[in-house]
């Protein structure tokens, strides 16, 4: 089962982007990655550019096939060891139209914007943010850090 996020990018003049990616958006997946390889603005306008993902991975990456199930056998072994880092687009790897959406400013963007269980978003501040279901918006950097801590109490406590 598929844990949708979204991740978003408030651009320097107040402008907000946001794509759609279906699957691991949970904080231990795409809240990391995005934390670890999508927080310089310029790499996530690229990202975000390619309209929605079907997953998220640490490279940006180039078109390839959507899915291995989309090759033959002798091909799979090898697919799967090329595109192992690489983002899968709707668009770009499958031909789908599934492009960002725009927002004037980051009060539009909260009235309007797609919701899903996870939503990232990167601010002008240059720091990421993270809505969890129906929660507030939190830094990604705490939430991540308040899951690694519960996740360890609930480990001592067993």
Request: aromatic share 12%; hydrophobic share 35%.
């Amino acid at each position: 089962m598929a844990t949708r996020s979204t991740i978003a990018l408030e651009f320097a003049d107040g402008t907000v982007e946001q794509v759609y990616c279906h699957w691991d958006g949970y904080l231990a997946h795409n809240g990391l990655m995005l934390l670890e390889h999508y927080s310089n603005p310029f790499i996530l306008r690229d990202l975000i550019d390619l309209g929605g993902l079907s997953s998220l991975r640490p490279t940006i990456g180039t078109k390839h096939a959507f899915s291995q199930f989309d090759l033959p056998k002798e091909e799979v072994e090898a697919f799967i060891n090329r595109t192992a880092n690489m983002c899968t687009f709707y668009a770009r790897d499958r031909g789908e139209k599934l492009v960002a959406h725009k927002f004037v400013d980051f009060q539009d963007y909260l009235a309007h914007h797609s919701y899903e269980e996870y939503e990232y978003i990167l601010r002008k501040d240059g720091n990421w943010y993270v809505q969890c279901h129906d929660d507030p918006y939190v830094t990604l950097k705490s939430a991540i850090a308040d899951e690694q801590d519960r996740i360890a109490q609930e480990e001592t406590a067993e």
